[in-house]
């Protein structure tokens, strides 16, 4: 059915996302942005990377940088404990890991659930959002992936060593 179903003879754009945790925040992604989930292993530091940027691991024998997903978004960093999960998503021809603190549910979202983001005086919120979806009790937050990635010259440090 490709996404698409049948509500009173309009159709209806559905979406499935994947809902992280990181800290007490909870975000969402679009599952066909993701690869694989991972559990968190050590990673290598990469010198004079951003803050952002947890270090690299090796994925079957490519170099993945790891992003700290709080730390990009402005939140509190957190060390990543045995629960801590690598979420590898790939946008165009970049892929990165997205370090969170857990992998939540799948969320399947229709239009009428989601909601602009709020103005804030700043460009940063929008930057990093695509959205906001309501739920029950909670509002997630829908982060842009592409928005998330490394920077070339990050990726090429990571290659270099």
Same mark, same amino acid.
């Given at each position: 059915?490709?996404?698409?179903?049948? %509500?009173?003879?309009?159709?209806? %754009?559905?979406?499935?996302?994947?809902?992280?945790?990181?800290?007490?925040?909870?975000?969402?992604?679009?599952?066909? &942005?993701? %690869?694989?989930? %991972? !559990?968190?292993?050590? &990673?290598?530091?990469? $010198?004079?990377?951003?803050?952002?940027? #947890?270090?690299?691991?090796?994925?079957?024998? *490519?170099?993945?940088?790891?992003?700290?997903?709080?730390?990009?978004? !402005?939140?509190?960093? @957190?060390?990543? !404990?045995?629960?801590?999960?690598?979420?590898? +998503?790939?946008?165009?021809? #970049?892929?990165?890991?997205?370090?969170?603190?857990? +992998?939540?549910?799948?969320? *399947?979202?229709?239009?009428?659930? @989601?909601?602009?983001?709020?103005? *804030?005086? *700043?460009?940063?919120? #929008?930057?990093?959002?695509?959205?906001?979806?309501?739920?029950?009790?909670?509002? +997630? &937050?829908?982060? &842009?992936? $592409?928005?998330?990635? $490394?920077?070339?010259?990050?990726?090429?440090?990571?290659?270099?060593?």
């Amino acid at each position: 059915m490709d996404g698409m179903h049948q %509500r009173y003879g309009t159709q209806e %754009r559905r979406m499935e996302l994947l809902s992280v945790r990181c800290g007490e925040q909870e975000f969402a992604m679009d599952i066909r &942005s993701i %690869r694989e989930i %991972r !559990g968190w292993i050590a &990673s290598t530091h990469l $010198p004079h990377a951003p803050a952002f940027i #947890k270090g690299m691991v090796n994925l079957r024998g *490519t170099v993945l940088v790891v992003v700290d997903l709080a730390v990009r978004l !402005g939140l509190p960093a @957190r060390e990543p !404990g045995a629960g801590s999960v690598v979420v590898v +998503v790939e946008a165009g021809d #970049k892929v990165a890991g997205l370090l969170v603190d857990a +992998v939540c549910d799948i969320i *399947t979202v229709t239009d009428d659930m @989601r909601q602009p983001i709020p103005e *804030t005086g *700043t460009a940063a919120p #929008k930057e990093f959002l695509e959205g906001l979806v309501m739920m029950e009790h909670r509002i +997630v &937050s829908v982060i &842009s992936i $592409p928005a998330l990635m $490394p920077d070339a010259e990050v990726q090429q440090m990571a290659e270099a060593l």
